[in-house]
Nanobody, 123 residues
Framework: QVQLVESGGGLVQAGGSLRLSCAAS????????MGWFRQAPGKERESVAA????????YYASSVKARFTISRDNAKNTMYLQMNSLKPEDTAVYYCAAGSRWLPSKQEEYVYWGQGTQVTVSS
């Protein structure tokens, strides 16, 4: 079992930056594909980015490509999401998730989920 804890959310002005972290428990972090998802008020949860076991492969939703960067440090059991040039439409609760297969945007492939961290971007 893996427990995931997100941190780093907050309130930022449009154009600003935030870095989210996802800390994982256990010694098998490298066994998991890791992903970031978000859910805005009144909307369905959507995929944001994902990273493969070693970090060689990454995936980004088109809405965040070139603005967000996903990374992981397997020695620290931690995944990151660097978010730059934030827009009001990026406002959402951001969740990290862990899965076993490289189907990066498919929520059903992720087995473990964190509780989420709120990101609010003001205009």
């Amino acid at each position: 079992q893996v427990q995931l804890v997100e941190s780093g959310g907050g309130l930022v002005q449009a154009g600003g930056s935030l870095r989210l972290s996802c800390a994982a428990s256990g010694r098998t972090f490298i066994s998991y594909v890791m992903g970031w998802f978000r859910q805005a008020p009144g909307k369905e949860r959507e995929s944001v980015a994902a990273i493969s076991w070693s970090g060689v492969s990454t995936y980004y939703a088109s809405s965040v490509k070139a603005r967000f960067t996903i990374s992981r440090d397997n020695a620290k059991n931690t995944m990151y999401l660097q978010m730059n040039s934030l827009k009001p439409e990026d406002t959402a609760v951001y969740y990290c998730a862990a899965g076993s297969r490289w189907l990066p945007s498919k929520q059903e492939e992720y087995v473990y989920w964190g509780q989420g961290t709120q990101v609010t971007v003001s205009s």
